[in-house]
């Protein structure tokens, strides 16, 4: 039983994984009751089991897999996560449940696939269980079918699709098994149940037998409608109603419902196979078909007929077929031909369905003129041809030719097509049959019901009946007005007995009820915006009663999109806007009114109406005027007393006081009531009859602006003008001119239909009346002043004589401004108000371009031109190019569908022949006029390319595309241009023609535009290459864009794209950046003349800030339109609304139209807290869907309707996006002025742009992320916080958009979740951003990794949630997706994490696959970065930093919950990555470990004293890291006691202890290390440590780095814990490294990061400054000569050269740095005698070759200091040396020698000491040997001329006295007697105080020194290297406070030095020399004393010690210091 007791305590994951059956059994259990138990289905739990639960359900032993597969199924029931394992959970099931003798077993697998399907992943199980179906095994097959159908008999039909089973069903009932054939009865009999007889045919082949035997079966299913009995998470609502049914009792309440719900969806037709028949045609058929024998044509169609009996035609082109069936149809003689050929057409429509419908319009006319034919069988056929026919396409494309037939005069013909109407009709739904549809239809059916022939008349009425049925009589009443009684009763019980397709209850619930269309029958097309049309219909309908006459029934115009979009003209620009706020009333009954108007007029009143007496009469009106002024609104009756006015005598009215009362009271009327479009129509007529009286007109002119003040101008002018015109009264049409524009005037132009006017205009012009023709000419003016000079174009056909006087009146106008308009102002919002008038003449120019009349042209660009315009031959091409010039010019303006004519003229743009190209420019400059504003569309496709043509060699080619792209922005606006990256990828190509055109072209348009789109950064770099083109014009072009582009993008952004420059170039360009600031114009303001037209009189002051912040905005999606503001309905009705919405204005005086200035958002107390209660209690559905259904929507509608304005709720929830584009603009306008309300209601807010996302229309989509980025902004300005509730139910939508396939939305939604973390913390949108990459959508995925980057980048690792190893790993797995972009973006994010964190990232992301793992290296190889520290946006994530103390730290203390034995890897490959970035050489690819580069930058700053800079340095960290240490403690507790219970074999041990070592925590740290000193110490255990090397020493640097840049900067760590901790490391590594076989499994990379940590500690000078911080540098001292000594000299050389190389390049590291690793480099060169043959040359050859290839000797030269140069020639001589000619052979390793000056200066040095005479000691160094060099050279006296030279020289004076003494030594002899004569007796003393002090240092140590000019005394004179002191003390940041201690500084031979100081150095230096000695023999790093200060090594490292009173400090310790040592 041991065994049992150890898995017992194995936690229950480990358990079910076990490999003891009994252990997982028991795991399985346990896991079973722990899945019951949890209550929240989110909760982390789950998610360990994710990838277990396989392994239940496929368990090898059988006990155990019956209780996984109850855990199985307990998981998936309840777990969250569980959809993520339908795959290979159901697939486990299939093959490894289903074959399982236990019907337990099956019965349990056969549940879990059931319940995968109610967690909705019925798509995965279905597709499992299908694949099931082709597996070997019978059991799994009936195990398989089985599950399908129960999961249909419980699902249904909706959830699991039928196609798929239908089609393998024949296949199963082939099977050799029984038992699989009977299960696929049964299958078949459920599927039967539930559609029918949609079955047969898919069946009808299978064994006649089974045939039979299913039919019997199905003969015994119940005929009741199956129900679905069990139901999706996703359908909790209908399971309540089903159980409360259940409760009920079967379905008494809501039956009907449910019949409607399950309708059998499946088609029969969809379930069939297509076949193809026009291959099977007879050969001969078409020949056959024209034969004369009409038994020939009979056979043709009985094959015809034969074949279209298959139930589903392939599609084809079936043209042909048709063509002759028509012809038959329509002219053969024979009638029995005639009806077969219909046959074979109905045949046709029914297979081809929908595919047949391009072909209904050609036989639809001949068939309807067939019908002529009396015979019964023959309309037959033809009755069901076209019904067949009617079911392909739909009523709308039939209805021209169906009432082209309807005046027919053969009574057959009208009497079928109006029962055809009839049937047709039945086939629709209210949706279908608008208003537009019905009211020619109900006019030509009126007719009919009149018609002589019974038969007509019936067919009449039963249309109408249908009619009736289908869109209520609210639709269709208004069109029966002139119906009599009789007729219309007759109607009404036609209607009654109509049977309709989609079964209607009764007449009056048609526009409640929406039907539902079934499958196949496509006539319905069912919109939620059905009901409401039909609603709108019938009110709409009400006056067209009294406009029938006049042609302007009011139809629908449509202006542009972005006008109703945004312009101030939303007005009646299209009928659509404003009707939908309109009231309106419906057309009421004269009884109605005279019962409305008598409750409010005095019965006298309305008694005398109509008195005989025109007395009376007129007192009647004096009494209806007082009672209408005493009135209030709301209880006005408008319609009634306006029907009582024109109730007879009406408008006929003889006396003219009466008329002008009557007139007036109209006004009255317009003006104080609710008044409708339906009243006006009453009065209009009169009014405009009476226009022109003398005595009366003015009173009609005034009642007529009172109702264009009620009803908008745009519709009152348009009833107006065409009622004068329909009538002759020339006065009235001249008058109702003049009155017109005058009204345009008050009114302003906003929303007027140009186009409408100019036809009565015309008619005005041709006019015999002169007064008619001045007053149009007058009007024209006034429009002028709006529409500007286009206007001209609509009459430039005129007769010159008037078109000159016209052009006389726009001349008048000319100059002239628009003036303000006064009325209709404020219920129009400030639009027509407060904009530029600039912009709306352009707005309405752009319209009456739009509103030309156009050709269309497609059909002329045939096939043939087009073959044409791309022949070989180029006289042809330009023929053809000639047609299309011939064909632009006739048409003149034309339709933007011009077929294959834009891919034709882009070829010829880069035609071989320039003629053509220039030819090929001239037609589309002709095109883009011609086309207007839509040649937008073919910019991408046409414009572009003309652009590439500016890179033209020839001038006139250019000037000609320049030509053309001016004419084009023109109609276009630039927005199109700019967008997207086709213009950065032209700038980008390298020609200079192009790139001079171009940018000339931008920096001409650029100043003019007021906003462009982002994508005009895209264009940044390429400018910039620009600045510095070879091309000087290029140059002068960009430097003149460059203001241009700064003034749209900023100076920021723009300094911002120099980052990815070269240093120099970035200087440069920086530089004209800051000279283009000051010349950066300003961006065009909007138009001036705005300021002094604000608001005119009734408009709200409330309006006016918002416009002006409006403005401020200018429109990201709109160019050259106005601004956003207006897009507030310029022309939404206005009184109107003020009913609707609160009815707080009830004051007379007030005018109604205020009320759209009241707030858009009300705030409710706790509206929000009290939503998001409801949300949490389910009262309410979470917002969680993936496409919105209704009754989110409803809902959201619902919350809305308490606290957003009524008018608002309407625009947002409106069919028509135009309406949102209104209400987002409207929002955008109020954003600022009521920041409270957004807040109040923000959680709706998101939810309502949420459902935005979903839209297609892609400018509501721009719109809303316009709103979302100032939405964004505004929370951050506010310091809003976003709730849990508002992010989960808004940022997963957002994130969806991030896979939007245009670049544009794609960056705008990057730039709103960069702004979404100003508001809530990154760390929570990480997650939200992580669910985003597992998309399908691959762009989805790459950006949302490209996200996760950014934000690690930005706030560091503790944003990676739920860890940061979870959410890297997961990053991981996408580094081997399938799509490149994916996997890119992917090793991007995992490189920025390294970027920020360093080494740790491997040990984080775990194994990754070999593959996954190299492109990763490469990729961090390439990206070359240096690791930065992570820049903290501190204030944004403050709530979350906190934690970020140690994350660097906490990363290592994870503990043994992750397997250790990877870590070495790991680190490892860590330091093969980086060795690879030292080996790449690149400039800036020095890896100076990121804790150092800040403050190295710092001490290169000459300027600064590091001194003041450090505390800030420490300060920025400080910000986040509030109390280090107190975080991890709960951690260490739980980890340090005895490791050996946790961990069985010591490896496991070691990694534990040493991932403890980089703690963040101090003490886990110390005892630690204490450990693993102790098994250092023991020699029987050290060798535990073996393998381990690396390991322990990356993880004690990075504990140094710790304390370097986190514990020392912490003012509350006591600071003699550091110096424990130092001491603990320094005293390990020591240990470490006196165990020589331990010490050389240090590898390069490894011992390089090693010394760069030492050496950066030495050079610490907060390390200096604590108590005992002396004592910690000299063991550093001691521990690096260990180091030196002990590591393999291979590793420790090639690292020493690494890191000289990279301090050396990187510009921030200090020169002490580099001096110290040098210093390193000699200790090792004097070691070299004894290690040399030890050492792999090879590789040390190739390190010295790559540092000569990137520091070549010029460059060596160029540096500050002869040092390095020195170094390297001491260490190759060396080398030499020892090797002798043999170093050439160790060349090996180096590919290209040519590269360095290596192999060189090896063969001169070999040549120098092959001449040589005598060798050198073995000692000696690089001096002697220099000179030895120089004596086989030359003369003595020129090497003593030369060393002379040396001394006296300023910069060489050690070195020249270091050679001298070398000199001396060597030739004793010899005489420097003559050089010293001629010199001063300064210099003579100063040479030989020199000697003497070198001498006895070089005595005192026994050695000889390494550098010769490192150790001659000071006696130069101290001035010098005070002075240099000073400066190396000013860049330590040193303090030089006590100059005046020191002697004063004198020039260097001024005068003698002062012996004070030049004995002090002298005892200073001997001093040194005997320290040097105690220290345990170990001669470290030699210094001369100005190096002492400046290098850091040594025990007087840190003080400054030239001041005498230190010196005397000095002395005193160096005296302890010896005493100590005796």
């Known amino acids: 039983m041991g065994d049992d007791s150890e898995w017992m305590k194995l936690p229950i994951d480990q358990k079910c994984e076990h490999k003891l059956w009994k252990a997982r059994l028991n795991g399985y259990e346990e896991a079973l009751k722990l899945f019951q138990k949890i209550d929240d289905e989110k909760s982390p739990e789950w998610s360990k089991y994710l990838g277990l639960i396989k392994k239940f359900v496929t368990d090898s032993n059988a006990v155990a897999q019956l209780k996984g597969l109850e855990a199985a199924l307990a998981y ?56 099931g179906l082709d597996n070997k095994n019978p059991k799994i097959i009936v195990a398989c079918i089985e599950t399908l159908r129960r999961a249909l008999s419980e699902f249904g039909s909706k959830i699991i699709s039928l196609k798929p089973i239908i089609k393998v069903l024949p296949k199963l009932f082939e099977s050799r098994e029984k038992a699989v054939r009977d299960e696929a009865k049964l299958l078949a009999v459920e599927i039967y149940r539930w559609i029918r007889d949609a079955l047969r045919p898919p069946l009808q082949n299978i064994n006649s037998v089974q045939l039979k035997e299913l039919e019997e079966e199905w003969i015994k299913v119940s005929s009741a409608v199956p129900r679905q009995t069990r139901f999706l998470r996703s359908q909790q609502e209908l399971k309540a109603k089903f159980e409360q049914q259940q409760a009920v009792g079967g379905d008494a309440d809501g039956g009907g419902d449910d019949e409607e719900e399950t309708v059998p969806q499946v088609d029969a037709y969809e379930l069939l196979e297509a076949v193809e028949i026009l291959s099977k045609l007879p050969k001969d058929f078409y020949e056959k078909i024209e034969a004369k024998k009409w038994q020939e044509r009979k056979e043709a169609l009985e094959a015809v007929e034969l074949l279209v009996k298959n139930p589903k035609l392939e599609s084809g082109d079936y043209a042909d077929l048709v063509k002759v069936l028509k012809k038959v149809v329509g002219k053969d003689t024979n009638v029995m031909l005639v009806a077969l050929a219909a046959k074979c057409l109905a045949g046709l429509a029914t297979g081809l369905r929908k595919k047949f419908g391009q072909y209904a319009g050609h036989v639809v006319p001949t068939i309807l003129e067939k019908f002529k034919e009396k015979k019964p069988q023959v309309v037959q056929a033809l009755q069901e041809a076209i019904d067949a026919i009617f079911l392909t396409t ?29 049937r047709s009709f039945r086939h629709c739904t209210p949706s279908t049959l608008p208003k537009s549809l019905l009211k020619p239809f109900c006019a030509a059916l009126l007719k009919h019901i009149n018609d002589s022939a019974p038969e007509v008349r019936d067919a009449g009425f039963e249309a109408l009946g249908t009619a009736l049925k289908v869109a209520g009589e609210k639709a269709v009443n208004p069109f029966l007005a002139d119906v009599d009684k009789l007729k219309l009763d007759r109607i009404k019980e036609c209607a009654e007995k109509v049977e309709l397709v989609y079964g209607k209850k009764t007449g009056g619930a048609a526009e409640k009820r ?70 309106f009333e419906s057309e009421l009954s004269m009884e109605v009114c005279e019962e409305k108007a008598a409750a409010v007029l005095p019965a006298s009143c309305i008694q005398q109406l109509d008195s005989g007496n025109w007395k009376e009469r007129l007192a009647c009106m004096e009494e209806f005027q007082k009672a209408v002024e005493l009135m209030e609104r709301s209880e006005m009756p408008c319609q009634a007393l306006v029907r009582m006015l024109a109730k007879k005598p009406g408008w006929k009215e003889t006396n003219f006081q009466v008329m002008q009362m009557k007139l007036h009271i109209v006004a009255l009327i317009a003006q104080k009531g609710n008044f409708s479009k339906t009243s006006a129509q009453v009065v209009l007529d009169g009014l405009v009859d009476k226009v022109g009286d003398v005595k009366c007109g003015s009173n009609a002119k005034e009642a007529m602006t009172a109702i264009a003040e009620a009803c908008q101008l745009p519709w009152t002018a348009e009833q107006v003008v ?28 906003s929303g007027l239909n140009v186009k409408a006017f100019i036809s009565n205009v015309k008619t005005a012009l041709a006019a015999t009346n002169p007064a008619v023709r001045t007053s149009a000419i007058t009007l024209l003016g006034v429009m002028y002043l709006y529409v500007g000079p286009p206007l001209r174009m609509f009459f430039e056909d005129e007769k010159p004589a008037l078109l000159s006087q016209i052009d006389a009146e726009f001349e008048k106008m000319q100059g002239q401004t628009a003036p303000t308009p006064t009325r209709g102002i404020s219920r129009h919002s400030a639009g027509g108000g407060d904009d530029g008038e600039e912009e709306e003449q352009e707005e309405v120019g752009n319209d009456v371009v739009d509103l030309l009349p156009r050709t269309d042209i497609g059909d002329k660009i045939t096939a043939e031109l087009v073959s044409k315009i791309g022949d070989k031959n180029w006289k042809i091409r330009k023929e053809g190019l000639d047609e299309v010039t011939s064909i632009l010019n006739e048409a003149k303006f034309i339709h933007p569908n011009i077929g294959e004519l834009p891919a034709a003229l882009k070829n010829r743009l880069n035609d071989s022949n320039k003629i053509l190209v220039q030819q090929t420019l001239s037609i589309l400059q002709q095109l883009a006029t011609a086309m207007g504003p ?104 960009a430097q003149d864009a460059l203001p241009f582009f700064m003034m749209h993008l900023g100076f920021e952004k723009m300094a911002k794209a120099t980052g990815k420059l070269k240093p120099t170039s970035k200087d440069q360009v920086l530089a004209m950046l800051e000279k283009a600031k000051a010349n950066m114009p300003a961006k065009p303001a909007p138009p001036a003349k705005s300021s002094s037209r604000v608001v005119g009189g009734t408009a709200p002051a409330k309006f006016q800030p918002g416009s002006a912040f409006a403005d401020d905005l200018g429109s990201n999606t709109m160019e050259s339109k106005p601004d956003p503001k207006k897009a507030k309905a310029g022309g939404l009705s206005s009184k109107t609304k003020g009913v609707q919405g609160k009815k707080v204005l009830s004051k007379p005086n007030l005018k109604e139209d205020d009320d759209k200035s009241g707030p858009i958002f009300i705030i409710v107390p706790n509206g929000k807290e009290q939503r998001m209660k409801e949300e949490k209690g389910l009262k309410v559905l979470k917002w969680n869907f993936t496409t919105p259904r209704d009754e989110y929507i409803e809902q959201l509608k619902t919350q809305m309707s308490t606290c957003v304005a009524k008018w608002l709720q309407d625009e947002m929830f409106h069919a028509d996006f135009q309406h949102h584009n209104k209400a987002l603009a409207v929002m955008i306008e109020h954003l600022e002025s009521e920041k409270d309300g957004v807040i ?46 508002e992010a989960s139910s808004f940022i997963p939508y957002l994130i969806l958009k991030v896979g939007e396939p245009k670049d544009v939305i794609r960056k705008d939604v990057r730039a709103i979740l960069n702004r979404m973390c100003l508001i809530y913390p990154a760390s929570k949108m990480f997650p939200f951003i992580m669910e985003g990459t597992k998309s399908k959508n691959s762009k989805q995925r790459a950006e949302c990794l490209e996200e996760l980057g950014c934000l690690v980048e930005s706030y560091g690792m503790n944003v990676c949630q739920p860890t940061p190893g979870k959410a890297l790993k997961e990053m991981a797995t996408h580094i081997g997706d399938r799509d490149n972009t994916v996997r890119n973006a992917a090793l991007n994010t995992i490189v920025t994490v390294y970027n920020v964190h360093g080494d740790q990232v491997f040990k984080l992301i775990g194994n990754l696959s070999e593959k996954d793992m190299s492109m990763l290296e490469e990729r961090i190889k390439r990206s070359a970065k240096r690791p930065s520290v992570a820049p903290v946006r501190q204030a944004e994530e403050k709530p979350q930093r906190t934690q970020n103390i140690s994350a660097n730290a906490g990363m290592m203390r994870k503990g043994p919950a992750e397997d250790m034995s990877s870590k070495l890897k790991i680190m490892y490959r860590t330091y093969r990555i980086q060795n690879r970035n030292m080996g790449s050489h690149s400039e800036t690819t020095h890896t100076v470990p990121r804790e150092f580069q800040l403050d190295l930058d710092e001490i290169e700053n000459d300027n600064g004293t590091v001194r003041c800079e450090m505390p800030a340095l420490v300060q920025h960290k400080l910000d986040d890291i509030f109390e280090p240490v107190l975080i991890p403690e709960p951690k260490i507790r739980a980890v340090s006691p005895h490791f050996d219970d946790m961990h069985s074999n010591t490896a496991s041990t070691i990694n534990f202890v040493i991932s403890q070592v980089a703690s963040g925590d101090i003490n886990t740290s110390i005892q630690a290390l204490t450990q693993i000193d102790e098994v250092l110490k023991q020699e029987d255990k050290a060798e535990a440590m073996s393998g381990h090397i690396d390991q322990f020493l990356i993880a004690t640097f990075m504990q140094l780095r710790l304390i370097y840049n986190t514990h020392m900067a912490d003012e509350k760590l006591d600071k003699d814990e550091i110096v424990r901790l130092y001491s603990c490391i320094i005293g390990s590594m020591i240990t470490l490294f006196q165990i020589e076989s331990l010490a050389r499994e240090a590898s390069t990379g490894v011992l390089k990061d090693l010394m760069h940590g030492l050496i950066t500690l030495m050079l610490d000078s907060r390390v200096e400054d604590l108590e005992e911080g002396e004592q910690v540098i000299r063991s550093v001292n001691l521990l690096v000569v260990k180091v030196l000594e002990k590591s393999d000299q291979t590793n420790i050389l090639s690292a020493l050269l690494v890191l000289l190389q990279d301090s050396l390049l990187a510009t921030a590291s200090s020169p002490k740095f580099s001096e110290l690793v040098m210093k390193c480099l000699w200790r090792m060169v004097r070691l070299l005698p004894e290690t040399i043959n030890s050492i792999n040359l090879d590789r040390i050859l190739l390190d010295i070759h790559i540092f000569m290839k990137v520091f070549p000797k010029e460059k060596l030269k160029q540096c500050k200091s002869d040092f390095p140069i020195r170094t390297l020639k001491t260490l190759l001589h060396t080398l030499c040396k020892l090797k002798g000619p043999k170093i050439l052979d160790h060349l090996t390793m180096i590919d290209n020698k040519n590269e360095s000056e290596l192999e060189a200066h090896l063969c001169r040095v070999m040549k120098h000491s092959m001449d040589q005479s005598g060798k050198a000691d073995k000692d000696t160094e690089k001096g002697a040997s220099r000179i030895e060099e120089k004596a086989s050279k030359a003369k003595v006296n020129d090497i003593l001329a030369e060393i002379f030279k040396k001394i006296g020289s300023k910069e060489n004076t050690k070195e020249g006295l270091a050679e001298l003494y070398e000199y001396k030594k060597k030739y004793s002899d010899a005489d420097i007697e003559p050089f010293l004569k001629n010199s001063s007796q300064f210099f003579q003393s100063y040479v030989e105080r020199g000697l003497r002090l070198i001498e006895t240092e070089r005595e005192g140590k026994g050695r000889i020194a390494p550098s010769t000019g490192n150790t001659n005394g000071e006696e130069v004179g101290p001035s010098v290297y005070l002075e240099r002191l000073k400066i190396l003390r000013q860049r330590c940041g040193l303090d030089n406070a006590k100059q005046e201690d020191r002697p004063p500084l004198t020039s260097l031979l001024s005068k003698p030095t002062l012996p004070t100081v030049a004995s002090s150095t002298d005892m200073l230096h001997s001093k040194l020399s005997q320290l040097r ?27 400054p010690s030239s001041a005498a009173a230190n010196i005397d400090d000095l002395k005193k310790r160096l005296e302890r210091i010896k005493s100590s040592r005796k």
Not at 102 to 111: P, Q, S, T, Y
Not at 728 to 742: D, F, G, V
Not at 1240 to 1266: A, G, P, Q
Not at 1979 to 1988: A, K, R
């Open 1240 to 1285: 109040s209601c923000l959680d709706l807010i998101l939810k309502w742009l949420t459902l935005r996302f979903f839209d297609t229309n892609t400018s509501v989509l721009m719109k809303t992320l316009e709103y979302l980025k100032l939405l964004f902004n505004m929370l951050s300005q506010e310091e809003y916080h976003l709730t849990e509730n």
């Open 514 to 583: 929406e039907g539902k269309p079934v499958a196949g029958k496509t006539a319905a097309l069912p919109g939620p915006g059905a009901d409401k049309e039909t609603k709108d219909a019938a009110t709409k309908a009400g006056p067209l009663k009294k406009a029938s006459a006049v042609k302007s029934g009011v139809p629908p115009k449509k202006g542009k999109p972005a006008t109703a979009a945004g312009a101030g003209g939303a007005g009646a620009k299209g009928k659509k806007g404003p009707e939908t706020k309109e009231i």
């Open 1973 to 1999: 000695e105690s220290r345990e023999q170990y001669q470290h790093l030699d210094l001369d004393c100005n190096q002492t200060h400046s290098s850091g090594i040594g025990t007087t490292l840190a003080s």
């Open 76 to 131: 998936v029931e309840n777990a969250h996560v569980a959809g993520k394992t339908t795959g290979e959970v159901a697939s486990g099931v299939v093959n490894k449940v289903f074959n399982q003798p236990k019907a337990r077993a099956k019965e349990l697998g056969l549940d879990i696939c059931l319940m995968y399907i109610e967690i909705e992943k019925g798509e995965a199980i279905q597709e499992e269980l299908l694949k």
């Open 394 to 422: 739909t009523l709308q494309n039939l209805s021209e030719d169906i009432l082209a037939v309807m005046d027919n005069k053969n009574p057959t013909i009208k009497q079928q097509t109006s029962l055809f109407i009839a």
């Open 722 to 749: 065409a009622m004068a015109f329909s009538q002759k009264n020339p006065k009235n049409q001249s008058e109702t001119l003049n009155w017109l524009s005058n009204a345009i005037k008050e009114f302003g132009f």
């Open 934 to 1037: 839509n040649i937008k569309q073919h910019v991408k496709n046409l414009g572009i390319p003309v652009i590439t043509v500016l890179g033209d060699s020839k001038n006139n080619v250019r000037a000609a595309a320049l030509a053309t792209v001016n004419a084009w922005a023109e109609q276009t606006g630039m927005k199109e241009w700019l967008e997207g990256e086709d213009l950065s990828e032209e700038l980008k190509k390298e020609n200079p023609f192009l790139r001079q055109e171009l940018l000339g072209w931008l920096a001409e348009k650029l100043p003019t535009l007021r906003s462009v789109p982002s994508d005009l950064l895209l264009c940044v770099p390429h400018l910039y290459s620009c600045l510095e083109d070879r091309n000087g014009d290029v140059r002068k072009k």
